[in-house]
């Protein structure tokens, strides 16, 4: 008689994973997180079953960011690559996954980005692609430029690449930056430091990976990102209480 299937026990999250809603030293958190406790809304079949920005989305080139409008855009051309996966290290395939930076000169193209560094019109710094059967994702893109802000005095992000991954429902989503490794700026940057726990900051520093590094074409970095457990990516969402 076979044994009945046991249900893998839920391992929560390290505490300190997750960045506080509130972090004095990132001065805008003041005025965005909530000053009081949420409210938590079933999630009904609209909420369920709801428009998905999925693998009909995606269109080919989504995933290269280097071409746009006709031309291509300056900088060192970087493939960024690794693998969706869950607490147990399974594969998440057929997820939805957006990125967004700044470009080579370390500005957007967001028209509240205003510091006199040239915008690329070959550079648009969005792009998607949709997870394999085996979790793998890739782009192809440009090196952000570190860019200056007004948190504190001499304020300048590191280098890096915001990543939005969709789950299966329209409410599904989870935001947080991949950053480079040996970066000057990072014992500045409030917001990599807001992170408490250092083991869970350095989950979110991308790895150089020569092997996906191209002869006279592209540096490679693979960054994974855990979607729970104590491996756990750090995410820009409310942390867990357990």
Not at 42 to 62: C, H, I, K, M, Y
Not at 148 to 171: D, E, L, M, Y
Not at 213 to 225: E, M, P, Q, Y
Request: with cysteine; hydrophobic share 35%.
């Amino acid at each position: 008689m076979n044994e009945p299937v046991r249900p893998i026990a839920y391992r929560p999250d390290v505490k300190g994973t997750h960045p506080p809603l509130g972090f004095a030293g990132y001065r805008s958190t003041a005025l965005r997180h909530p000053s009081k406790p949420l409210i938590l809304l079933p999630q009904r079949l609209t909420e369920v079953t709801g428009p998905l920005f999925g693998a009909e989305r995606v269109q080919p080139g989504d995933d290269d960011l280097t071409q746009f409008d006709g031309g291509e855009a300056v900088g060192q051309r970087i493939v960024v690559h690794g693998r969706l996966l869950d607490s147990d290290g399974c594969a998440v395939p057929n997820a939805l996954i957006e990125v967004w930076q700044a470009n080579a000169g370390g500005r957007y193209r967001h028209v509240n980005d205003q510091w006199p560094s040239p915008l690329d019109p070959h550079f648009a710094g969005l792009g998607r692609t949709v997870t394999d059967g085996d979790g793998h994702y890739r782009f192809t893109t440009i090196k952000p430029g570190a860019y200056p802000w007004k948190n504190h005095p001499n304020a300048w992000r590191p280098a890096h690449i915001h990543f939005s991954v969709f789950g299966q429902a329209f409410t599904q989503r989870l935001v947080t930056q991949m950053y480079f490794p040996d970066d000057p700026l990072f014992f500045q940057d409030p917001i990599f430091n807001s992170v408490p726990d250092e083991k869970a900051r350095a989950r979110l520093v991308s790895s150089y990976d020569h092997d996906v590094t191209t002869d006279h074409w592209a540096l490679g970095f693979r960054f994974d990102v855990v979607l729970r457990g104590r491996a756990q990516t750090p995410f820009e969402s409310e942390p867990d209480d357990d």
